[in-house]
């Protein structure tokens, strides 16, 4: 029977809900028997399903239905296309001559609801909604000890960011139409525009938290200011893509393909590899920059999210094989990385030719950066130990890490010795002990050398003390030793400052013939101490330590040292200048004078001296 015959046929049962039903189960009948019997008659649904498809192909191209207003007339649809595809797969001789025409009409039903597939992935009325983290400044300072954390409308966000225009009802209507294209044998047109289309939206998505697509080549250009804004989005944006937008993703493919899990499981994988290399071109543009040591924290950040947010995600696992090598690769480079920046420390520390002593002995410059660069390190710790221990299988030998004397410190103070992290931080103190000590050389005055020796050695000690785990891995037994050789420097500055002051106050020498106190003689040493007391008090006043108790403790030390000596050296002799005039030319301070003076010492302030009578 032809199929130009049934046009009547045709539109009746398209208004007739229960025709089509018994059309379809007629159709089910004779797909069931067909072959049996080789000379069965072919039943009119036969002749009558193709030239309904066709009809219905023919209503939505021309507008007058649309798929997805009328789910009753696209479920008929799709069952009409169901029956002509296991039609065009029978091997009947007697229905040959229109398996042409099934097969024609079949392609053009596919084409539709491609067409349509891809219509509602696109969806023109998805809101293009900008989102920021947050400002870099907020985010990120130099030494900051506070983690950024995601702003909270973050997760006001969740899946609906790829769920917006993906209703409960338009999930249905692709969940239909990909099984129709996936049973008919038209998966890999399906999947392809499925996967196209969900890539594009990822890449969407992406850009509005403001990571955009930039090449390795860009990337590695970028000035040091622009990239680490770039590598505080990209660590986000991979955690917020681990964390939600994958997940809801994968929640979508399930719902879509639920009957097909492994064609399910097949896609979401290749965007899962896609996304991650996509990523991952980010961090590896970002290794080929130059290597310095202010870069060091945000390729920990980098490492951490490396290690975390990727490798550690529970979806990357059915194609953790395709994309290993990649997140190997990145993840050994910016191991690398981190390690030369530790040795670019070093080496800044080591070349550091500077020959203008910091002015009044303060804490140098050097040595502030070093111990909050180590501080802040320390925040790391974990990452640390685990990058360096990584090291020294990434072509980084331990001779290059580490040296001989900090190995053996470590395990003088019963530090592990195998923290790798450890014997970067004494490696590090050293060479920094050995600076500061070559800076002291550059004050001609010896006391206001050991005044630097202690201000830099005071500030060192405190801020071991003060850091917990920078505390544990150099040890009470450091500790003590840094502090011992700060009282040694003590020592050294009251010796070099007060013991000649000191001189001027000793009894012997003062007996003239007779063994009588020679007058003169008491005259000259009182001259003598109050020119070399008030020269240190001018000198000494502009000098600065800044530490309080370091401070206080000079200035006790010397007040224990001068003021009885002062005081008994006054009592015994002022009788022998009594009668002497102008007497407060040689005793001009009260000891309690004296005392108050002493404590302008140390103030970085040029003090005047108040000059008090007796």
């Known amino acids: 029977m032809d199929l130009s015959s049934r046009k009547s046929d045709v539109e009746r049962i398209e208004g007739n809900k229960e025709e089509l039903v018994q059309i379809l189960e007629d159709m089910d009948v004779f797909l069931l028997t067909v ?41 008929s649809f799709l069952d009409v296309a169901n029956r002509i595809y296991k039609l065009s797969t029978c091997c009947s001789c007697s229905i040959t001559l229109i398996l042409d025409q099934t097969s024609s009409v079949l392609e053009k039903a596919m084409s539709l609801l491609e067409k349509d ?9 998805t809101q293009d909604k900008s989102f920021s983290f947050g400002s870099h400044s907020d985010l990120c300072v130099i030494f900051d000890t506070d983690s950024p954390n995601p702003p909270q409308q973050e997760q006001d966000h969740d899946h609906q960011d790829f769920f917006t225009n993906l209703s409960t009802n338009k999930i249905s209507i692709l969940s239909k139409i990909a099984t129709t294209m996936i049973v008919v044998g038209y998966e890999t047109e399906c999947c392809m525009a499925f996967a196209n289309f969900r890539r594009s939206a990822f890449k969407t998505a992406l850009q509005r938290y403001g990571y955009g697509s930039m090449r390795m080549d860009d990337v590695s250009k970028m000035s040091w200011e622009s990239l680490e804004k770039e590598i505080t989005t990209w660590n986000q944006v991979v955690r917020h893509c681990t964390t939600m937008l994958l997940n809801a993703e994968r929640r979508l493919y399930d719902s879509i393909f639920p009957n097909q899990p492994f064609i399910s499981q097949s896609l979401f994988s290749d965007l899962v590899r896609h996304v991650i290399i996509h990523l991952l071109n980010f961090a590896q543009g970002a290794i080929l920059t130059k290597w310095s040591t202010e870069k060091l924290f945000k390729f920990l950040d980098m490492y951490e999210t490396l290690r975390e947010d990727i490798i550690g995600y529970s979806c990357l696992e059915p194609c953790a094989s395709e994309v290993t090598y990649e997140i190997s690769t990145a993840k050994d480079r910016i191991v690398k990385a981190i390690v030369a920046m530790f040795c670019d420390l070093k080496n800044s520390i080591k070349n550091d030719n500077e020959r203008i002593p910091v002015a009044n002995g303060a804490v140098h410059p050097l040595t502030r950066y070093v111990m909050n660069y180590l501080k802040y390190a320390c925040e790391y710790k974990d990452t640390l130990e ?51 000590e070559k800076k002291s050389n550059l004050y001609r005055d010896l006391a206001l050398r050991y005044i630097f020796l202690m201000n830099n050695g005071r500030y060192i000690v405190q801020k071991v003390k ?17 502090q011992s050789g700060l009282r040694l420097y003590h020592k050294c500055y009251q010796r070099e400052t007060w013991s000649k002051v000191l001189q001027c106050l000793k009894l012997e020498g003062l007996q003239g013939t007779r063994n009588k106190v020679s007058k003169q003689l008491v005259k000259e040493r009182c001259k003598c101490f109050n020119s070399m007391f008030e020269e240190i008090h001018k000198t000494q006043s502009t000098w600065m330590v800044v530490d309080e108790q370091l401070q206080s403790e000079l200035r006790v030390s010397i007040s224990s040292l001068v003021i009885p000596a002062y005081r008994s050296f006054v009592g015994r ?42």
Not at 117 to 125: F, N, R, T, V
Not at 408 to 436: H, R
């Open 573 to 614: 002799f002022k009788q022998h200048l009594e009668s002497s005039r102008h007497i407060d030319k040689y005793i001009k301070y009260h000891p309690e004078d004296i005392e108050l003076l002493l404590d302008d010492l140390f103030d970085g302030n040029a003090m005047t001296m108040t000059r008090k009578r007796i």
């Open 466 to 482: 003060g850091c917990s785990e920078l505390h544990d891995m150099m040890g009470d037994n450091w500790c003590r030793r840094r």
């Open 35 to 75: 072959g049996a019997n080789g000379g069965e008659d072919v039943p009119d649904c036969v002749y009558v399903l193709p030239k309904l498809l066709e009809h219905m192909l023919d209503n939505y191209n021309r507008g007058r239905n649309k798929f997805g207003e009328d789910e009753t007339y696209d479920d």
């Open 117 to 125: 597939l891809c219509s509602i992935l696109e969806d023109p009325k």
């Open 386 to 436: 685990q990058v360096f221990e990584q090291g020294q299988s990434v072509n980084i030998t331990r001779v290059d890490i580490y040296n001989d004397k900090s190995i053996e410190e470590v395990e003088d103070v019963g530090t592990p010795k195998d923290s790798p992290f450890a014997l970067q931080l004494m490696s590090i103190m050293d060479l920094l002990d050995e600076n500061v």
